[in-house]
């Protein structure tokens, strides 16, 4: 792995390059420029730039009005209030015309450490998926980010981009190719698959080599695309291996977790466990918070044991 790069400064140079190369981006604000780092587009292009204020519900709102005459707005705040005071909006302006607007909601899962339980955002993911029309893209590294605006913002019709706040290793290249709605598999194994969306793939990654310290090979996926999933690759994956724990800075319910699970309950029933919240979490350290609400790589490395113990034999 790579050195350390925070999701939120990739974004922002991502969406500054986009505004340079795209005269039809326009970007909204929730008073938050300088933390989701929107702030850079909009230094460079004022005239494209839209800080509402601390008011989620109009500025989600008015993105509509900019998609309706062909503009691609991108919309900026904590994810954790983008996905609740801008819920209805999201629902009835966006997705039910499914409007070509990306929503970019920043500060997701614990990342917001130090501010608490009412600004980390566990449950947006749940909010959004259940949403009909709507796409989720959630990035693990700064060259996923890049690319990821760089393909939503190519892609027609809503889409929610889940973003951390923290600094997290540079795991691809620039020859990676994402696409969205397509998993990647990054680590090959046989004996458990390890799925993980977001920047805890790091984590996930270190797990999958404490379990080969025990002699267990466990497969790596990154899902970046959890709503629509890639089905495909998580009913091989389940074949091959026989065991599967997703891995989200998110809640069990409603997220990357459930997604898969309803895959393979309809299609390839297999053992499972979920690392995820169950329960709000504090302010503190972004490590220690991980630690403590079982987000560590001996955590997984542990769950990923579980799993493996209820295959059949």
């Not at 977790?257 to 504090?282: D, H, I, N, Q, R």
Request: glycine share 8%; hydrophobic share 40%.
């Amino acid at each position: 792995m790579g050195k350390m790069i925070a999701i939120r400064d990739a974004y922002g140079e991502a969406l500054q390059d986009l505004g340079r190369r795209n005269e039809k981006i326009v970007v909204l604000e929730a008073d938050v420029g300088g933390s989701t780092k929107s702030i850079l587009f909009g230094k460079e292009f004022p005239d494209r730039y839209f800080n509402v204020g601390i008011s989620e519900f109009n500025m989600v709102s008015m993105s509509t009005g900019f998609a309706t005459q062909g503009f691609t707005p991108f919309v900026n705040t904590f994810a954790v209030f983008m996905t609740t005071r801008g819920i209805d909006p999201i629902q009835t302006l966006i997705a039910y015309d499914s409007m070509n607007v990306k929503l970019c909601g920043t500060y997701a899962g614990l990342s917001d450490s130090y501010d608490g339980a009412s600004h980390q955002a566990i449950t947006d993911m749940a909010f959004i998926r259940s949403i009909p029309n709507m796409t989720i893209v959630s990035v693990s590294d700064a060259v996923e980010t890049k690319k990821a605006v760089e393909a939503i913002s190519e892609f027609d019709g809503p889409v929610y981009l889940r973003l951390s706040r923290a600094a997290a290793p540079v795991y691809f290249d620039e020859s990676y190719d994402f696409r969205i709605g397509q998993g990647v598999e990054v680590r090959d194994g046989e004996d458990v698959t390890l799925i993980a969306t977001g920047t805890i793939l790091h984590n996930t990654l270190k797990a999958a080599e404490l379990l080969k310290e025990e002699g267990i090979s466990a497969k790596v996926l990154n899902i970046h695309t959890v709503k629509p999933i890639d089905e495909k690759i998580l009913i091989d994956a389940a074949e091959q291996t026989g065991a599967v724990v997703t891995v989200e800075e998110h809640s069990i319910y409603g997220g990357l977790g459930s997604a898969v699970a309803e895959v393979l309950s309809a299609k390839c029933p297999t053992p499972m466990e979920f690392v995820g919240a169950t329960e709000f979490a504090e302010s503190g350290d972004y490590d220690e918070l991980l630690e403590k609400y079982g987000f560590s790589p001996e955590a997984i490395r542990d769950k990923a044991k579980e799993a493996i113990a209820k295959k059949k034999i």
